[in-house]
C-alpha cells in the first residue's frame, strides 16, 4: 500500500519538486508561495535557496537548468513583475533540465498589493500553465510539469492560488527519480545565445512548439469531461472547479488542468455536449474569453465575479443570475497593527511629528499607513519607495524633500538600484532603511543581510551602511529606531541637509528577540490622560471608561508590553515607568 500524507498546497508542491528529481530551488519569500522552498529544503538532497529577488532567482534556476539540474523556481503574482526580463526570453532558449515556475497568485489581496492572473503572462510568454485544484494535483501537477518541460524544451508554469496553497488534503506519495544526467553546462550558442539572428529562429521553434503543445492538451489526462446532466455544462480550473462542484454537482464539467495551451477540439466537443455553457474561474475572464474566441456561444455570469476570492455560495448565486457582491466574511474588522514593542513604530511616530511626506514600502512598515500612526503616504511596489522620493525632489527641488522608508530585505530585492540612481543623478532624498534583521511579514526568512542562508549555514553578511556609502551616499548614519531623540534629532539633519542621507534604523524584529526588559506601567496619579501614548498605536496599550468620556484611562497590557519604552518617551507626565535593560546595540 502506497504511503500517505497530509499536504497543504504548498508542502504538496515541495513534494512533486522532490519526487521529481529537482535538485536545485530558488525563489523570494511572498505569500501565499513562501512555505514551498522550506518544505523542499526539509526533504534534502536539493540544493535550495532564497535570491535577493525573483529575478535573481529565475535567472539563476536558467542556469542550474543549462547545466541539466530539474529546478523550482517560486514566487507570488508581483514577483513575476520582477522576473518578467528573464521569463520571457527564457521562453526562447528553453531548458537543459526540467525548469518549474510556482508562481501563486492572490485573489482578494489578503497579502498583496493588487489582484493579479498570472495566466495572462504565461500565455504572452507563450510558456504552458497548470492549475491544480488540491493537494493531490499540486504535487502530481508539479512532477508532470517536470516531464513537459524537458519534453518540450520549455519552461512551465505552476499556477496556484491561495486557497489551493494554503488548505490541506490527503497526498499519495511517490518515490524520488533523480534523472540519471551528467552536470555541465551545454554549449549551443544557437539556443542559449539570444542575438536577434538566433531568436528569430528560436521564435519559429516556439510556434511549432505551441502546436505541439495544443495536441498535448487534447490527449492529456489533466483536461477531463466529466459528465453530468446535459442541461448544463460547466468549463473551469484550479480552486473553482471545487466551488463550481460544490454549487452544481449535477453538471457536466471540463475541467482543464493546463489552461494553456488550451484544447479547442476538446473544448468544442463539449459545448457541442451540453445547453449552456459557463465559464467559471477566479480572477479575470481569461478562460471565457478564449472559449469565446472559438466562436462558442457561453452563458454571461455576473461581473463582480471577477473581483476577490470565490466561494460555492458566490458561484452558486452567480449561476442563478443577478448581481454577486464581493466575497465577505461576518467576522468583527481588525485592522493590521505593528506588533507590540516593533522597532519600526519609534521612526513612523518621529515622521509624524515632523509632518514629514514620507513614501513607502511593501512590508510590515506598510502598517505604517493606517492611523494612529498615519505616517506613509505612498505605497507602489517593492522598492518603489526611493525611486518616488528621488522623483518628486528633482520635480520640486527644495519644497520636494521627503522621506522614503524600506525594510532590509526590501532594500536588497530592489531598493539598492533606486539608491544608485539618486547618488548618480546628485539627488538629496532622505533614504531610512528599517532593518529588523529578517523578512518579517512573510514569516521571518532570511537574506543577505541577515548573514544566513535558507539552510541555516552561515553565508556572507552584506553590509548595508557599506552599501550605501559605496554607492556614493555621502551621509550613512545608524540609529537605534526606540530612541525617539536620536531618530528625531537625526531625521531633522537630514531633511535640513543638502544632501542624501541614509538612516539605517536597525533593531531586531519583536519576534526574532524580545528585549530582557521588565514591561512597562501607567501611574495613574501621574497620569493626566492625554491619550498622548494610545496614539503610538501599541497594541498593548488599551482605555478603560472613566466618568469624563473625553478621558479615558490609558491600561497597559503586561503580557503583550515588550519594556520597549517607546510609550514613556512620548509621555508629556512621565507617568510610564522607565525601561530597564532592553535597549539595542548599535
Not at 510610564?576 to 548599535?586: D, K, L, Q
Request: proline share 7%.
Amino acid at each position: 500500500m502506497s504511503e500517505k500524507a497530509i499536504l497543504s498546497g504548498n508542502e504538496a508542491v515541495a513534494r512533486g519538486a522532490w519526487e521529481a528529481g529537482a535538485t536545485f530551488g530558488s525563489g523570494y519569500p511572498g505569500t501565499p508561495s513562501s512555505e514551498i522552498l522550506p518544505a523542499l529544503t526539509a526533504l534534502g538532497d536539493c540544493y535550495t535557496e532564497w535570491a535577493p529577488n525573483e529575478k535573481c532567482a529565475l535567472e539563476s534556476a536558467a542556469g542550474a537548468s543549462l547545466a541539466g539540474a530539474r529546478c523550482l523556481v517560486t514566487m507570488k503574482h508581483v514577483g513575476l513583475n520582477v522576473a518578467a526580463d528573464p521569463f520571457f526570453t527564457l521562453s526562447y532558449v528553453g531548458v537543459n533540465g526540467g525548469l518549474v515556475l510556482l508562481d501563486a497568485d492572490d485573489p482578494a489581496m489578503h497579502s498583496s498589493q493588487n489582484e493579479q492572473d498570472n495566466r495572462h503572462f504565461a500565455r504572452a510568454a507563450k510558456v504552458p500553465v497548470l492549475e491544480p485544484s488540491d493537494s493531490q494535483e499540486a504535487k502530481d501537477f508539479t512532477r508532470l510539469a517536470f516531464e513537459i518541460s524537458e519534453q518540450f524544451d520549455t519552461p512551465v508554469m505552476v499556477r496556484t492560488l491561495t486557497r489551493v496553497a494554503h488548505s490541506e488534503g490527503l497526498v499519495e506519495l511517490g518515490e524520488r527519480t533523480v534523472p540519471t544526467r551528467e552536470c555541465g553546462p551545454v554549449r549551443d550558442a544557437r539556443k542559449y545565445v539570444m542575438i536577434p539572428a538566433y531568436a528569430r529562429a528560436r521564435r519559429v521553434f516556439m510556434q511549432e512548439r505551441t502546436a505541439k503543445l495544443t495536441a498535448f492538451a487534447e490527449e492529456t489526462e489533466i483536461n477531463r469531461i466529466e459528465p453530468g446532466s446535459p442541461d448544463i455544462g460547466i468549463i473551469t480550473s484550479s480552486v473553482a472547479y471545487q466551488y463550481a462542484r460544490e454549487a452544481a454537482p449535477e453538471a457536466s464539467f471540463l475541467k482543464l488542468g493546463m489552461t494553456w495551451p488550451l484544447p479547442p477540439g476538446k473544448i468544442r466537443q463539449f459545448a457541442g455536449s451540453v445547453k449552456k455553457l459557463y465559464v467559471v474561474e477566479e480572477l479575470d475572464p481569461y478562460l471565457r474569453d478564449q472559449v469565446l474566441a472559438l466562436g462558442l456561444a457561453v452563458e454571461e455570469l455576473p461581473e463582480s465575479l471577477q473581483i476577490g476570492e470565490l466561494s460555492p455560495e458566490r458561484v452558486a448565486a452567480g449561476l442563478r443570475g443577478g448581481d454577486v457582491a464581493p466575497a465577505s466574511n461576518d467576522l468583527p474588522p481588525r485592522p493590521p497593527v505593528l506588533c507590540a514593542g516593533c522597532p519600526h513604530r519609534g521612526v513612523f511616530i518621529t515622521l509624524r511629528k515632523l509632518k514629514a511626506f514620507v513614501t513607502g514600502d511593501i512590508g510590515c512598515y506598510t502598517l505604517g499607513t493606517l492611523a494612529p500612526l498615519s505616517a506613509l503616504d505612498t505605497c507602489l511596489c517593492m522598492g518603489a519607495g526611493i525611486g518616488e522620493a528621488h522623483g518628486i525632489e528633482m520635480a520640486c527641488g527644495e519644497k520636494g524633500k521627503t522621506v522614503a522608508v524600506i525594510g532590509d530585505s526590501t532594500f536588497v530585492h530592489s531598493g539598492i538600484t533606486g539608491l544608485v540612481n539618486i547618488a548618480y543623478n546628485g539627488g538629496s532624498s532622505v533614504v531610512v532603511i528599517l532593518d529588523n534583521g529578517t523578512t518579517a511579514m512573510t514569516g521571518g526568512q532570511e537574506h543577505p543581510g541577515t548573514g544566513v542562508t535558507l539552510s541555516g549555514r552561515p553565508g556572507r553578511l552584506l553590509d548595508i551602511p557599506g552599501i550605501c556609502r559605496a554607492a556614493g551616499i555621502p551621509n550613512v548614519v545608524t540609529v537605534d529606531p526606540r530612541n525617539l531623540e536620536q531618530v528625531e534629532s537625526t531625521l531633522k539633519q537630514a531633511l535640513e541637509s543638502p544632501e542624501a542621507w541614509v538612516i539605517v534604523a536597525r533593531c531586531p524584529c519583536i519576534l526574532k528577540a524580545r528585549p530582557d526588559a521588565f514591561p512597562r506601567v501607567i501611574d495613574e496619579d501621574k497620569c493626566i490622560r492625554c491619550q498622548v501614548c494610545v496614539r503610538i498605536g501599541c497594541p498593548a496599550i488599551s482605555t478603560e471608561a472613566t466618568d469624563d468620556p473625553r478621558k479615558p484611562q490609558p491600561r497597559i497590557d503586561p503580557v503583550l508590553c515588550t519594556g520597549c519604552n517607546l510609550c514613556a518617551q512620548v509621555c508629556p507626565v512621565s507617568a510610564i515607568g522607565e525601561m530597564e535593560g532592553g535597549a539595542c546595540e548599535v
